[in-house]
């Protein structure tokens, strides 16, 4: 064996068949008229030739393996993956994870090494889908023409609302898509991972609710917009993160990677959504 897999040996019988496994240390202090069978552990932790690789890293990483055995589904030794393949993968994983996040398709190649046209190509899809999708926003203002007009101070918040929501759904989504990547949760954990996520929405709400009330007091704006203000930025912000927390959540059922869909459309979403529950609340509260 190599250098790098001499830590651990696998044994096998006479049809190469995985039956345990032993370390070089204990081997060496073994009784040399001990048969190998007496050494090893026959509970061997293996992995498949069609298993994701970074199901595999996390498999190593939780096992604490410095290597893992591939077999067939009968037990046939394919391999050893070691842990130094291991770090590669979750390099990769993690470099597609955060393009992804951003909205483009993962590089091949080498940033500089990647032609300026396949950087273009890869990211003009989900420009394109994104400004349909934004339009949303625009009929939501267009449908509110009047009641912008007749109390323009309602406008000055537009940036700071929307803004506010965009960011704690950010927030939440790299969160809960970090935890599913590590196994920590899975879509058993839905309704516990939604009553976290509203209890973490109405504390961070309230916090963000009092700041905008005062800081649109600063401004000089009427009370009745301040106090509007203040419970769309609560209702923005507990709806953001229940978005936050669910889309990923939903994108996994779906057989989707959560890190293509969640963050974009998470950000459109809030958007429209979040001017939708601003205009709402100011319109109930101003009675205009």
């Known amino acids: 064996p190599s250098a790098e897999t001499l830590y651990y040996l696998y044994i096998v019988d006479r049809d190469n068949r995985l039956v345990g496994v032993t370390c070089l240390y204990d081997l060496l202090r073994a009784d040399p008229a001990v048969q190998v069978g007496a050494v090893m552990t026959p509970d061997v932790i293996s992995v498949q030739p069609d298993q994701d690789q970074e199901e595999v890293a996390r498999l190593m990483t939780r096992y ?72 949303l926003t625009g009929s939501v203002l267009r449908h509110y023409e009047t009641e912008l007009a007749a109390v323009v101070s309602l406008s000055f918040f537009i940036p700071l609302l929307i803004g506010t929501g965009g960011n704690a759904g950010s927030q939440t989504t790299s969160t809960i898509i970090r935890s599913l990547a590590l196994g920590e949760i899975d879509l058993r954990d839905a309704w516990p991972v939604l009553w976290h996520e509203l209890r973490v929405g109405l504390m961070l709400g309230l916090v963000m609710g009092a700041v905008g009330f005062g800081r649109a007091l600063l401004w000089h704006t009427p009370f009745t917009v301040a106090q509007a ?60």
């Open 229 to 288: 203000v203040a419970v769309a930025l609560l209702s923005i912000v507990v709806w953001a993160n229940v978005v936050g927390s669910l889309l990923p959540l939903l994108a996994s059922k779906l057989r989707i990677d959560p890190a293509i869909v969640s963050g974009p459309f998470m950000s459109t979403l809030v958007d429209a959504t979040g001017l939708l529950i601003y205009l709402q609340v100011a319109k109930a509260i101003l009675g205009i």
């Open 64 to 135: 604490d393996l410095l290597s893992v055995p591939g077999v067939t589904p009968d037990g046939m030794l394919l391999g050893i993956i070691t842990h130094d393949d291991m770090v590669d993968v979750i390099e990769q994983e993690a470099t597609e994870d955060i393009q992804k996040l951003g909205a483009t398709q993962p590089l091949d190649r080498n940033y500089l090494d990647t032609s300026v046209f396949v950087v273009a190509r890869k990211r003009v899809g989900w420009l394109l889908l994104l400004f349909l999708t934004e339009t």
